[in-house]
């Protein structure tokens, strides 16, 4: 009977040394990631309620037809 040892991933793939320069979330962790945080809120915030009723009716509208085309091509 043979047996396998499993490797641990961490282990076997040991991380690049600099890999600070591929992370996506550094700049967040960052001095400056809670101003980069509150201009994002910022441009939610902006929009008027009237924007994002008409965003979800032109999606539901794009939805319904994607819908209704799917059940007519089906035989």
């Not at 939610?44 to 007519?72: C, N, Q, R, T």
């Amino acid at each position: 009977m043979v047996v396998l040892r499993r490797e641990d991933p961490v282990t076997v793939h040991p991380p690049h040394q600099n890999d600070s320069a591929n992370d996506p979330y550094a700049l967040y962790a960052s001095a400056v990631g809670p101003r980069i945080l509150k201009q994002a809120n910022q441009i939610f915030e902006d929009f008027p309620v009237s924007k994002y009723v008409l965003y979800f009716a032109v999606f539901m509208i794009e939805v319904a037809v994607v819908f209704y085309l799917g059940v007519k091509l089906v035989p």
